[in-house]
């Protein structure tokens, strides 16, 4: 499975079975996660074996079971759209492995014996990583019209795959509160459109512009 397949595959999930992840796709994850934090000047963290974080009232809540593997989202302020861009590249990456997942930003408990914050950084959330019960549902789509400017009817084509390849990343509460415009120089402008939830707009801004890069291929286009 590519990248752009895993986009169409993955569904979030919020119920898991109790398999253990091998320990080669344990070790293909911390790969991806130490170059993410390399290059972009992250701090996430996989954390196996560990079922507390979503053994209580929040979890519950929120219609989470059998969760023990989950990737921390730790960063220092700024880095909120990296944070979320290099999220979804791994949890691309989980998918082409056979695992499931989901984004998760209140409905878990903290571990903080698990993993490590520094003074200057943020826990924005985690991801939650596993072999799913199931493989998730798709939730319904808005026509690509309703996501995007351009400044004629004549839209490349590979354009019109980035945003389609965008509608379908996950977003908080699945609000899909973004927009990219296609400049009169063949730029692209990503932005975020304003809600309530702005604690995670740009945490989600990331994540759709990964997918609009994986859909549009990168050799097309420069951001603005």
Aim: with cysteine; hydrophobic share 40%.
């Amino acid at each position: 499975m590519t990248l752009q397949e895993a986009i169409v595959a993955r569904h979030s999930v919020r119920q898991y079975k109790n398999q253990a992840i091998e320990a080669e796709k344990v070790e293909q994850l911390r790969a991806a996660i130490d170059e993410a934090n390399r290059t972009a000047g992250l701090h996430l963290q996989l954390v196996t074996d560990e079922p507390e974080a979503f053994a209580h009232g929040l979890a519950k809540y929120g219609k989470f079971s059998g969760i023990s593997n989950y990737i921390v989202l730790v960063c220092r302020k700024g880095l909120d759209e990296q944070l979320g861009y290099y999220g979804e590249r791994i949890v691309l990456l989980a998918q082409t492995l056979g695992l499931n997942s989901c984004w998760v930003g209140l409905t878990f408990s903290k571990q903080p014996d698990n993993y490590t914050i520094r003074p200057d950084e943020q826990l924005h959330g985690v991801i939650a990583l596993g072999y799913g019960a199931t493989q998730g549902v798709q939730h319904p789509v808005k026509p690509i019209e309703k996501f995007y400017k351009a400044p004629s009817a004549n839209i490349p084509e590979w354009f019109k795959k980035g945003v389609e390849a965008a509608v379908l990343a996950p977003t908080a509460m699945n609000m899909q509160k973004f927009e990219f415009e296609l400049l009169s120089d063949g730029r692209v402008a990503a932005r975020t459109r304003f809600t309530l939830m702005g604690t995670y707009l740009k945490i989600d801004l990331g994540i759709v512009k990964c997918h609009f890069e994986l859909g549009a291929g990168k050799e097309n286009f420069r951001w603005a």
